[in-house]
């Protein structure tokens, strides 16, 4: 009787509980990770997925049963995207992240952070002297925006004021400090998105930003503030600032790739460089997390300025430190 | 072998408009065909992949960004109502935790579910879809994190241009940065490989990977074994039709009402010249020739001829 049946359908017939099999496990990982796996099942993963890997060519080639191919193409693609996937946790994953990939990343791109940085402090720098010259600058650059009043018309006393805090912040700062930080992130990732025009808008965004510290650090300056409002600014912005000039240098990452490819493809250059950029990007989104927390609570509770220069030249070197310092090649 | 001649020779209109048919359907197998792309394994065998179009991201894309509104709003109002039992000074300080949290939502979703085993945001689990690596190696979370981030230009830039609007020369700024945000929201339908900008950054694609389920084989050795001594198909009968037409029985078979059923195996039987035997069902009638279809088309294409449709003669 069996010489009656199909070819195929004995192939499928004698495969289809591996298939099944193959089938089980990946569900599983799927739904639960690589933890939910017994041993037993590792260890059959890659012959059932080598088996329904040769089962898929051959059935290709002697079956015309659609649901079977279509089937074999679904399980071998799982397949293939499992037993050659990452097998990493999160945590595992953090960890090289913070261990080696992200100060690679910025040690890698010392000419686009400096290409940053001066783009950032060019644009501080033109504000300042031109608003020192003439104060209506100021209001060329901000237009209407109030900034809370921080604006040349502004007394002295008031200025002083937006500087210490009594104590009794009554957690305003906080909610401030997280806005800050939600509109300091999304510029960082903006500045990292644009740099796919070519760097352009990134150089723009720095530019302008710059601009906008420069400017409203000359109000200050200009009423004898400075030396203060350095304390106030720097507690927190040694940090912000340095996250804002490294997500330009990874759009300028991303930008001198696409245009410049040199030996590689255009495509190629693009993607080697997005991984790099994209590391920096995410680093300075937790580089303003650490700056938001010490813009929301130390700059709330430390009013002394000797000790708000202390933090900012701490956090200063250390970030120094972590990103430059020469370290061991780690293997494996 | 009259039986096989008789369409062609009745009336030219209805062959006409066969061949107007066939020529639709291969230029939709040749657009399919287009999204399909080769991945050899390091056993060396051969998986196709099938690239999403840009309608089937843009679906699970829409999918995402309602999950996302849903948290937002769903924890904007768990907020409020908490912030009632709250002291002014805690209140603003879980509200300074909420504007962080809808940072990480608005930027971290997509990260948080592509990291992870299945490489897809609920919208695109939804939709079978998957985020893969393009040259076949294993997705890094340097590209999930790349892709993501390059979000943030593609939709929020011609949305933010869009919402600037205002009049004058501001109108003409938003028009004009509009039309050049839209270069970035239209990149994935301008390329072959249907990548958006951040796909193209970060060296991934997505891909279609549903989950198929594997179904009864319908010459299951019972039915076979039934059928033959019934049904007696000579090998011009199993030659009036192709592989086109097998599988549009397959689906015939195994998805359609009785009564489809029943106009698939009128229109065969008047095709091969079948008439119909007393107690004949046209579920049995289909299988049958199901059966014997299929056997001679898989004994010709072992020996290397694939009879693509019923006009493929050789």
């Known amino acids: 009787m069996s010489g009656d049946l199909l070819k195929s359908y004995r192939f499928r017939e004698e495969r289809q509980g591996d298939w099944q099999k193959l089938d089980v496990i990946l569900t599983r ?40 191919i279509a089937y074999l193409e679904s399980l071998c693609t799982r397949a293939y995207f499992f037993v050659y996937g990452a097998r990493t946790t999160i ?22 952070t400096l290409l940053s940085a001066l783009f950032f402090f060019g644009g501080w720098g033109l504000a300042f002297f031109l608003c020192l010259q003439d104060m209506d600058w100021y209001w060329t650059f901000h237009g209407a925006s109030f900034l809370e009043g921080r604006n040349p018309d502004a007394t002295v006393e008031y200025l002083r004021s937006t500087i210490y805090t009594d104590g009794h912040g009554d957690g305003q700062l906080t909610a401030f400090s997280s806005f800050l930080f939600n509109n300091n992130a999304q510029i960082a990732l903006f500045a990292f998105a644009l740099g796919f025009a ?13 601009v906008m510290i420069g400017s409203m650090y000359a109000v200050f300056w200009d009423k004898g503030l400075g030396y ?60 303003l997390i650490i700056a938001a927390l010490l813009e929301g609570f130390g700059r709330q509770l430390i009013n002394s300025d000797l000790v708000r220069y202390a933090i900012a030249a701490g956090t200063g070197l250390l970030w120094m430190l972590y990103f430059y310092m020469p370290r061991r090649e780690r293997h494996g | 072998m009259t039986q096989t001649a008789a369409p062609r020779t009745q009336r030219p209109g209805v062959s006409l408009e066969a061949a107007t048919q066939r020529r639709a359907r291969m230029a939709e197998e040749m657009r399919q065909s287009k999204l399909i792309r080769r991945l050899i394994t390091p056993e060396g065998a051969a998986i196709r992949l099938k690239l999403a179009t840009a309608g089937e991201r843009a679906g699970a894309f829409l999918i995402d960004v309602a999950i996302q509104w ?18 002014p000074g805690s209140a603003n300080i879980a509200f300074a935790f909420w504007l962080v949290f809808f940072f990480f939502v608005r930027n971290f979703y997509y990260i948080f579910f592509e990291i992870g085993q299945r490489a897809a945001t609920p919208g695109k689990r939804a939709l079978g879809l998957r985020v893969a690596a393009r040259d076949g190696g294993r997705l890094t979370a340097n590209s999930v994190l790349a892709r993501n981030f390059i979000r943030e230009i593609e939709v929020g830039l011609p949305f933010q241009f869009a919402m600037m609007g205002g009049d004058g020369a ?40 549903p989950k198929t389920k594997l179904m009864h084989d319908i010459t299951s050795a019972a039915k076979a074994a039934d059928a033959s001594a019934r049904f007696n198909f000579t090998v011009a009968q199993a030659d009036a039709y192709g592989i086109h037409e097998l599988h549009v029985l397959e689906d015939v078979l195994r998805q359609s009402t009785p009564e489809i059923k029943h106009q698939v195996a009128e229109r065969i039987r008047a095709k091969i010249g079948w008439t119909k035997q007393t107690g004949e069902t046209d579920l049995a009638f289909l299988e049958a020739y199901y059966g014997a279809l299929r056997r001679r088309l898989e004994q010709r294409m072992l020996l290397g001829e694939r009879k693509a449709d019923k006009f493929d003669v050789r």
């Open chain 1, 29 to 68: 990982a799927e739904n639960g990770g690589v933890k939910r796996l017994s041993d037993e099942d590792m260890l059959a993963l890659p012959r059932l997925y080598r088996q329904a890997v040769s089962s898929l060519s051959v059935a290709r080639s002697i079956s015309l049963d659609q649901n079977v």
């Open chain 1, 228 to 287: 203060e409002f350095t304390g106030w600014l720097m507690i927190h912005g040694v940090t912000e600032l340095f996250a804002i000039v490294l997500a330009g240098a990874a759009g300028f990452v991303i930008g001198g790739a696409v245009a410049f490819p040199g030996g590689q493809t255009r495509l190629a250059s693009a993607r080697a460089a997005g991984q790099k950029a994209a590391t920096i990007a995410m680093g300075c989104v937790v580089m």
């Open chain 2, 70 to 87: 849903v948290i937002v709003i769903a924890t904007l109002f768990g907020l409020s109502a908490l912030i009632g039992a709250l002291t």
């Open chain 1, 91 to 112: 945590g595992e994953r953090m960890m090289t992240f913070l261990r080696r990939d992200w100060p690679a990343a910025v040690r890698g791109a010392v000419w686009p």
């Open chain 1, 198 to 210: 070519f760097g352009i808008p990134t150089a723009w965004l720095l530019v302008y930003n710059g």
């Open chain 2, 170 to 209: 501001s109108g003409w700024m938003a028009l004009l940065g509009l039309a050049w945000s839209g270069v970035f929201l239209l990149f994935p339908i301008f390329n072959k490989d249907k990548m958006r900008v951040g796909d193209l950054i970060a060296g991934t694609w997505v891909i279609r990977s």
